[in-house]
Structure formats: structure tokens, C-alpha cells
């Protein structure tokens, strides 16, 4: 099965290449433009490296209360900048694939004006939905480590459930807890691989973060959006395989 849907989202891929690294450079561009709008300035950070090393509690004691601020917008500047890139992707991606699988090819007349656009009406909800899984899947990995990867992928269908069945966001949960449940075999190793290579990937490359700080950040967000959108298409390509089975 895997073998399977690995193929077919390579095909997927393949056949649909150009519009998926357009949108995977425009969900690049607005995370390059919200960090540039809503993160502190570079001066403004210069404090922290004399805490490198330094568990965050006690960072946090020894900061003023204007440092305090500005490691606050820091943390929430990088959360909404993340989310709001997630849900345009995640939106874009799914509007995609849910136009293409449902429309008749010989009638499909699809770009990414159509697509960002037939998006556009599921994002309030997608957003949400973002909020919401994001928050859980942070909360799982500060108490666990293992715990969030188990809330990751027991709830990685919630997104496809919702656009595919139309469902409120709790029962495309649910639905997407019993069905992750009956498939752990089949949705985990892509998502444990995903969650390596994303792991490994950043490691490397933020090694050299503060010489390249713009270039890398361009690479890191592409390649990051790049392992999504192929788990998208997975977990997607899954779901319509155990929907009809």
C-alpha cells in the first residue's frame, strides 16, 4: 500500500509540477514577508546571545521587561507567520487536489488563479483548523516528544476529512482519530520520516544560519514547505483510498 501511494503521489507530482512550486514559492514569499513585518529587528535580538546555552526559565528570569516584550513578539510573530503560511498552503494544496480529483479532466481548466481562489472561500475555516491542530500537536510535543508525534498523526487527516466530506472541524477530527487508528501502519512512516528529515534538514543548515541568515531562510522555508505539500498529497491520495475502500 505504501509502495502504492508513493507512486501515485510521485505521478501526482510529476504531472503537476509547475503549479506546485509556484505555490509553494508564493506560501515562501508571504512567510518572507510576515517575518520581515512582524518579527523584531536583527538590533533588537542582539541581547540574546548571551544566553545561548541557557534554559529558557532562566533566560526569562534574567531579561528585562522590555527584553521580556520582545522575546514575546518573537515567539508570537513566528506562530502567526507559521500559520497563516501553513493555512494558505495547506488550503491551496487540498483546493487542488479536491478540483482535479472531482472535476472531468476533459473540462479541467485549472491554474493557480483558479486555485487560490476556489481556496479562498475555505480559508477562514482552514485557519482555524491550523490554529487548532497546531496548538494541540505544540502542547503534545512540550509534555512529550513521543505524545506529539502520536497527536500528529493521528489527527494529519482532519484537514483532508474537512474538504473532502465537508465536516466541522471536531468531527473531521474524530473521524480522522478512528480512521489514523485503523491505518497507524500505513500513515506513521511517512510522517516520522517526514518529521527526520525536517529534523535533520534544519540542524544542518542553521549551522551556518547567521552567515546566510536571508538565503537560509528561503532554503529552509521552500524545502519545509516542499515535505508538506508531499504529505499532503500522501495523506490525501490515503484517504480517498480507505474512503472508497
Not at 512550486?21 to 514569499?29: E, G, K, R
Not at 506562530?79 to 479536491?98: A, D, E, Q
Request: proline letters at 2%; a positive charge; one cysteine or more.
Amino acid at each position: 500500500m505504501i509502495i502504492k501511494l508513493s507512486r501515485d503521489v510521485l505521478h501526482f507530482i510529476h504531472n503537476y509540477y509547475t503549479d506546485i512550486i509556484i505555490l509553494i514559492l508564493i506560501t515562501t514569499l508571504i512567510q518572507i514577508c510576515l517575518d520581515y513585518i512582524l518579527l523584531p529587528k536583527q538590533e533588537e535580538l542582539v541581547f540574546m546571545n548571551n544566553f545561548i546555552g541557557i534554559g529558557l526559565h532562566n533566560v526569562i528570569k534574567e531579561l528585562s521587561v522590555d527584553q521580556q516584550y520582545i522575546l514575546f513578539r518573537l515567539s508570537a510573530a513566528h506562530s502567526i507567520s507559521k500559520i497563516l503560511s501553513s493555512t494558505f498552503l495547506c488550503g491551496s494544496i487540498l483546493t487542488m487536489l479536491h478540483l482535479i480529483s472531482t472535476t472531468n479532466k476533459s473540462n479541467q481548466h485549472l491554474n493557480i488563479g483558479n486555485i487560490i481562489t476556489s481556496a479562498i472561500l475555505i480559508f477562514p475555516k482552514f485557519l482555524l483548523l491550523i490554529f487548532c491542530t497546531t496548538l494541540f500537536i505544540q502542547l503534545g510535543l512540550m509534555i512529550a516528544i513521543i505524545l506529539g508525534i502520536i497527536l500528529a498523526i493521528i489527527i494529519s487527516l482532519t484537514p483532508i476529512i474537512v474538504i473532502i466530506d465537508n465536516l466541522p472541524i471536531v468531527k473531521a477530527m474524530c473521524l480522522s482519530i478512528k480512521t489514523s487508528y485503523r491505518n497507524f501502519h500505513i500513515i506513521t512512516p511517512p510522517i516520522l520520516l517526514w518529521f527526520l528529515i525536517k529534523t535533520v534538514f534544519m540542524l544542518i543548515v542553521y549551522h551556518h544560519y547567521y552567515d546566510w541568515i536571508f538565503i537560509t531562510k528561503i532554503l529552509v522555508n521552500s524545502f519545509s514547505n516542499a515535505l508538506s505539500v508531499i504529505i499532503l498529497i500522501y495523506l490525501y491520495r490515503l484517504y480517498m483510498l480507505v474512503k472508497t475502500a
